[in-house]
T-cell receptor
Framework: DGGITQSPKYLFRKEGQNVTLSCEQNLNHDAMYWYRQDPGQGLRLIYYSQIVNDFQKGDIAEGYSVSREKKESFPLTVTSAQKNPTAFYLC???????????????FGPGTRLTVL | AQSVTQLDSQVPVFEEAPVELRCNYSSSVSVYLFWYVQYPNQGLQLLLKYLSGSTLVKGINGFEAEFNKSQTSFHLRKPSVHISDTAEYFCVAYSGAGSYQLTFGKGTKLSVIP
């Protein structure tokens, strides 16, 4: 089955610790995205990557870092500089190009991070 | 700047009743619109999309939406809801202007009451 996997589903960390969230896709998609979801806020884009070894900041990149060493993997690190990291984190991927003006973003199941 | 407004944060409705979830957008450029659904503690799933053509768009699970350019609206409707429709629904816009970023509304939680 093709899809996007995120691990772990739930993550607890102490304040001040860095933590890395995993996102893997076997859809052969070019682009990958990280979103943060807070109650009543919708989704906000943290980072996105269109190609291996390249990524761009989204609307709320401060306190986060990413890497894209492989096409299928796009891990997100929540650093100690992120002032309010407790949230639900969603990873997505999509193809690029094609005839459709919109290439659907497919979402993973999410990781709920709680900082104690 | 593009924005999406979902007018209701929560909508309770009895089972088998009709429902409408309201969405308004603002944009000075061509816009593509979508509705995504999120079941509890899961990722988002595309429900339907409007790219061009017919303003009435049909999606999965019996949902449909109507694009109204003059009112800048894209309301989601279902004639008869089921318990399984209980979820959060997001109205989303994409400008398509060389950007890969989506603009999300804040979501509407639909609660279907048995």
């Amino acid at each position: 089955d093709g899809g996007i996997t995120q691990s772990p589903k739930y993550l607890f960390r102490k304040e001040g610790q860095n933590v890395t969230l995993s996102c893997e896709q076997n859809l052969n998609h070019d682009a990958m995205y990280w979103y943060r979801q807070d109650p009543g806020q919708g989704l906000r884009l943290i980072y996105y990557s269109q190609i291996v070894n390249d990524f761009q900041k989204g609307d709320i990149a401060e306190g986060y870092s990413v890497s894209r060493e492989k096409k299928e993997s796009f891990p997100l690190t929540v650093t100690s500089a992120q002032k309010n990291p407790t949230a639900f984190y969603l990873c997505a991927s999509s193809i690029l190009g094609g005839r459709d003006p919109y290439n659907e973003q497919f979402f993973g199941p999410g990781t709920r991070l709680t900082v104690l | 700047a593009q924005s999406v407004t979902q007018l209701d944060s929560q909508v309770p409705v009895f089972e088998e009743a009709p429902v409408e979830l309201r969405c308004n957008y603002s944009s000075s450029v061509s816009v593509y619109l979508f509705w995504y659904v999120q079941y509890p503690n899961q990722g988002l799933q595309l429900l339907l999309k409007y790219l061009s053509g017919s303003t009435l768009v049909k999606g999965i699970n019996g949902f449909e939406a109507e694009f109204n350019k003059s009112q800048t609206s894209f309301h989601l409707r279902k004639p008869s809801v089921h318990i399984s429709d209980t979820a959060e629904y997001f109205c989303v816009a994409y400008s398509g202007a060389g950007s890969y970023q989506l603009t999300f509304g804040k979501g509407t939680k639909l609660s279907v009451i048995p």
